[in-house]
């Protein structure tokens, strides 16, 4: 393998397009003729509809038609698609429109359909709904108490489901022995995804051809073609869905929502192009959210530091309905990663799927995992507190060993590789640790308060072996494909199924072929996201692309290039077995004037008029992937904080991540995928958090109540690597998307929590805003 | 975020603005309150008169000891100017920190009074250094106290077609002055902004004005506070009193809201106090 391309922080590929605004979104794409939706939508959190009077609306200019619940009994309701087995699931029906009950605000009940957006909007205004309302429950462990608001008939006191991992009884008995045992109820706050696109969704009939293309804002096409197709009964063949440049994801565009079958059965059913694109407060109620898990949570230790056992009950909150994917993420996604990079041998996990009054929620950057390690680093940090031991001690005494090529853990995952020791050791060299100690204590002397966080992480990504997917109840496939294709004149097209949207991925894998096969990296172009031009996949989420997607597009490569190195020998009449290849270029052994380049050998597949026996021509080949393992990236990251007494505000100072993905196809985007990572990591510890009333209204509505992070709030990251290959992936490569989100937010929450553990403050929810830290610092010395 | 239907004018003259503002029509100046309150339907004007180009309303003059500030200057010109940096620069600095440099380009300091947010910034220096407010209608001008203006939340003493020509306010150069805020980190609006000035004669403080925003629903001028300090060293005991009296001074006029309680923004209106005086001490 090339090295040059392979490791080079060359620049993404994708910037300049997206920079100057040139990119082309889905609202970006205007359809002659078409009508403009706006959807009616449910002001209540928790109400009976008792009537819809369209009749005035139906009047107003520019208005072609309204259609409300009662209307689109041929649209089947919206389907969840991951079905955890032995939960015993129930997956209460999700029609487009509500049209008895609205069960969330932001819940559609009726669409307009006119000729500019402006009329839709005054025509949804304009449609009365009368509305009795119902009780509300918006708290996810409120929900699941007897006496609590129902919200389906059929989901029996709101549970969803019950997901077991472990044998509770010998967790119990674990716990029952233990030295030392440390609980905590942990608020996991619900999280408004917030991509840099709100979601859209445009779609065109062809009744002659009975074809329907929907374009949207979609992380993986070809599951919305699937469900599209179940939904408005139109064969798949027929279905063409679209991602234009996506504007972010983090998961909120995995899902396949009610707008986008609506377009696309108002597309059918009015014979025109239908568009409909959300404001930001539309996507802050009803595109989904993160999170929202209130966990119990203990953890068991010896006195001398051994790490017993976590036992975790979560109540998870699913909203209103189950979004596409939402079971997976707080049960297979989560309770799977309790043991984390520790040798811990007693796991137990109760997950319980809540219904509440509020947003579905689902898969948001790094699902179930952040979860899952935050309540694992700050048990450990509490476990130190109770044992008055050093949590880096600590930590170091239960590392699981390094380890090349698989070490099962006590949650049944088979880890690929590790090396935690090394990566904890360079990020603690990174931040002084020993030093920073010493300065602490002389800072507090001066009444300053710091705070060092320190967090050693593993997580399972690169979304994984089909045959697992199966087991687990997902449903669909979790390999990928891709073809590499060579154009006669040797520029070539590199077709994936999957769908990136500002990962920087048309980069990333170019280089992969590249460095596989040779041609320059501004041949090559990597095209995705429609699926008629593009092969199968299962889209981009789950840290996935670059491990599946990749590892399809390194075998189509090796497979091009045997056809490369027998087509040269053939060519230059020597044997296969005297070929060698360096750089794109085939030579025989011992003469090495005599070379075909890749070009020219693509050139001769193509014209093929001199081919060896039993050889095809053309050149290009294609790769189905199944993983045969999930990837398991891991690293230390530190934090260090001081805190303000006076007003709870709180400064991060240094932020040091040292992560392993494996060798670095560009350090670059793996650098920007930790920043942008830990950015929003952070944000959770420190500033995001979705306010409900009692009432279910959303409190956090707008950028001026639901805080994003801004650039101000950060020190420039300090970061490390190690570099630790995935035994089974043909590079070597792990995922890198979502590290940054999972080992973040309990970093510096720990920090937080370290810097005020002078002052006797213990526990405080997520966020730690400035007036939550206030009030705590006053609760606990009296204001004193 | 689609407003509904409305007209548009631009107006050349003050005279000319008042001519065309009708009933249920509204002055539109940088727009950064009233578009976006416009395109979440929370406000539905029919007809919007735009002010931003009258040049008779953007000078900032400086003349008989006060400042004139015309109604649709904007931030960013009001927090460069060197008028304002001698003659209030607490009112410049208050300025400096509306929102980011794209929204000073663009808002208003009487755009800003007449929305009236209480987490603005400019209004609590406004109401600290006893400035006025020029307010011109078809029937004439009236010119009302900045402790009149503001009312109650997002209530000013202007009536409907009523236009804001100048803002005065008095020369404090021989004063020394600061604005703090503790921005609230989302919108950055002040979760508490404090103006204070302070006439110092040697260590001791001869009269001192304080304002308060942010905490409040409408920017408070806080009497007890200034007396308190008044006379005094500034020493601890003085601005342990202050602190008390601030909070008697604020209390009814207190907001908060679930993530920033009002307890902890009456708190804050105190440390913010002492960071005023400190700043203004330099
Ligand atoms: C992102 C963002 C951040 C912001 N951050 C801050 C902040 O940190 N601190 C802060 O104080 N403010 C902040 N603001 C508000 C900013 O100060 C606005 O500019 C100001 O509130 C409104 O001024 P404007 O000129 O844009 O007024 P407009 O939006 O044009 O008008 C607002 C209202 O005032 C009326 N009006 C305007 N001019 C006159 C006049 N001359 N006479 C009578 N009525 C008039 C209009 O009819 C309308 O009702 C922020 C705004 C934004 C968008």
């Known amino acids: 393998m090339s090295t040059r391309i392979f490791g080079s922080g060359i620049k993404r590929r994708e910037d300049p397009r997206l920079i100057t605004g040139e990119a082309r979104y889905t609202d970006d794409i205007k359809l002659q003729g078409a009508l403009h939706m706006a959807v009616v939508r449910s002001p209540y959190a928790h109400a009976k509809i008792l009537s819809i009077d369209s009749s005035a609306a139906a009047g107003m200019p520019g208005v072609r038609a309204i259609f409300t619940g009662a209307d689109i009994g041929d649209l089947a309701g919206l389907p969840t698609a991951w079905l955890i087995p032995d939960s015993d699931l129930k997956t209460p029906e999700h029609p487009a429109l509500a049209s008895d009950v609205a069960r969330y605000v932001g819940d559609g009940v009726a669409i307009v359909l006119a000729d500019s957006r402006y009329q839709a909007q005054d025509a949804a205004d304009a449609v009365m709904v009368d509305y009795e309302e119902l009780p509300v429950v918006v708290d996810p462990h409120e929900a699941a108490q007897a006496g609590a608001p129902q919200l389906h008939d059929d989901v029996e006191g709101n549970i969803a489901f019950r997901w077991v991992m472990g044998d509770r009884e010998a967790a119990d008995a674990v716990f029952e022995a233990a030295d030392v045992v440390v609980s905590e109820r942990i608020l996991q706050q619900r999280l408004l995804p917030t991509a840099m696109e709100p979601r859209a969704a445009s779609a065109q009939y062809n009744a002659a051809t009975s074809e329907l293309t929907l374009w949207c804002t979609t992380q993986n096409p070809h599951i919305h073609r699937f469900i599209i197709s179940a939904v408005t009964g139109l064969p798949e063949n027929k279905v063409r869905v679209i991602a234009p440049e996506v504007g972010g994801g983090f998961g909120s565009k995995i899902p396949c929502y009610p707008d986008e079958a609506l377009v696309s059965w108002a597309a059918k059913k009015l014979g025109a192009p239908i568009r409909w694109a959300e404001t930001r407060s539309e996507n802050y109620l009803t595109t989904i959210h993160g999170r929202d898990h209130v966990q119990f949570v203990d953890m068991a230790a010896s006195n001398d530091g051994k790490i017993l056992g976590v036992r975790a009950t979560v109540y998870a909150g699913m909203g209103a309905y189950l979004s596409t994917a939402a079971p997976g993420i707080p049960t297979i996604l989560h309770g799977l990663l309790y043991v984390g990079p520790y040798t811990i041998d007693n796991v137990f996990c109760e997950s319980i799927g809540v219904m509440t009054n509020a947003t579905p929620t689902d898969a948001y950057r790094g699902a179930g995992r952040p979860e899952a390690t935050f309540l694992l680093e700050r048990m450990v940090d509490k476990v130190a507190g109770a044992l008055d031991m050093d949590p880096v001690a600590l930590r170091r005494q239960n590392l699981i060993p390094p380890f090349a090529d698989g070490h099962e853990v006590a949650t049944t995952l088979i880890y690929d590789s590790g090396d935690y020791e090394a990566a904890f050791d360079k990020a603690l060299a990174m931040a002084g640790y020993d030093d920073f100690r010493a300065q602490q204590a002389q800072a507090l002397q001066a009444g300053r308060y710091l705070g060092i966080g320190v967090t050693t992480y593993t997580e399972m990504c690169g979304l994984g072996p089909s045959q697992v997917a199966g087991a687990v109840g997902f449903q669909g496939g979790l390999w990928e494909s891709a073809t590499v294709r060579v154009t006669p004149t040797g520029k070539v097209q590199a077709l994936i199924g999957a769908s990136p949207h500002g990962q920087g991925s048309e980069t990333t894998l170019a280089q992969l072929i590249s460095s596989e096969l040779g041609f320059p990296v501004d041949d090559i172009e990597v095209i995705h996201g429609d699926t008629t031009e593009t092969p199968m996949g299962w889209g981009t989420y789950g840290s996935r692309t670059t491990p599946v997607t990749g590892a399809a597009l390194a075998q189509a490569s090796r497979k091009l290039k045997e056809k490369a190195r027998a087509l040269a020998a053939h060519l230059m009449e020597a044997n296969p077995d005297d070929i060698e290849y360096a750089d794109g270029s085939f030579s025989v052994k011992g003469s090495p004037d005599q070379a075909q380049s890749i070009q020219e050998v693509a050139l001769m597949a193509h014209l093929a008029w001199n081919m060896p026996e039993g050889m095809d021509p053309g050149f290009e080949e294609s790769q189905f992937y199944d993983p045969p393992n999930f990837v398991y990236p891991f690293g230390t990251h530190i934090a260090i904080v001081e805190v303000d007494p006076v007003t709870g505000s709180i400064d991060l100072q240094r932020y040091i991540a040292v992560d392993d993905c494996g060798p670095q196809i560009n350090p670059e985007i793996v650098a920007g995928q930790i920043h942008g990572g830990v950015v929003q990591g952070v944000a959770q510890a420190l500033c995001e958090g979705v306010i409900y009333d009692d009432s279910g209204q959303l409190l956090t509505g707008t950028m001026l109540d639901y805080c994003l992070p801004k650039a101000d709030m950060f020190p420039n990251f300090e970061l490390g690597e190690t570099v630790t290959p995935s035994p089974h992936h043909p590079v070597g490569v792990k995922g890198v998307g979502e590290t940054g989100t999972i080992a973040s937010t309990p970093t510096v929450y720990n920090a937080v929590l370290d810097a005020l553990a002078p002052l006797g403050v213990a526990q405080i929810d997520m966020p730690l805003t400035a007036a939550k830290v206030w009030q705590a610092i006053q609760n606990a010395n009296g204001g004193n | ?282």
């Open chain 2, 1 to 282: 975020m689609w407003p509904q239907q409305f007209d548009y004018q631009r107006a050349d003259s003050i005279a000319g603005a008042l001519a065309a503002i009708g009933a249920d029509g509204k002055f539109l100046a940088g727009g950064h309150s009233l578009l976006p309150a416009m395109k979440l339907r929370l406000s539905t004007p029919d007809q919007l008169v735009d002010i931003s180009r009258i040049d008779a309303l953007r000078g900032i003059a400086n003349g008989n000891g006060s400042l004139s500030i015309g109604g649709a200057a904007t931030h960013a010109d009001i927090a460069a100017s060197a008028a304002v940096g001698a003659a209030c620069p607490a009112l410049a600095q208050a300025c400096g920190m509306v929102g980011d440099q794209a929204v000073r380009n663009f808002g208003t300091l009487g755009g800003n009074i007449a929305h009236a947010d209480p987490a603005s910034d400019p209004p609590s220096v406004l109401v600290a250094v006893g400035a006025s407010v020029t307010i011109a209608s078809a029937d004439g001008e009236r010119t009302v106290g900045a402790e009149d203006f503001f009312v109650d939340l997002f209530e000013t003493a202007l009536d409907d077609g009523e236009l804001i020509t100048s803002i005065n306010v008095p020369d404090l150069s021989d004063h020394q002055m600061a604005y703090v805020k503790l921005p609230h980190p989302a919108s950055r609006y002040a979760i508490v902004g404090v103006c204070v000035a302070l006439m110092m004669d040697g260590d001791t403080c001869g009269h001192a004005h304080v304002g308060v925003g942010g905490a409040t629903v409408k920017a408070v001028k806080c009497a007890g506070a200034e007396a308190a300090l008044a006379g005094s060293s500034l020493d601890d005991a003085a601005l342990s009193a202050a602190v008390a009296a601030l909070s008697d001074d604020i209390g009814e006029w207190l907001t908060g809201d679930v993530a920033y309680p009002e307890a902890y923004r009456s708190a804050m209106a105190g440390v913010f106090l002492k960071r005023a005086i400190s700043a203004a001490k330099g």
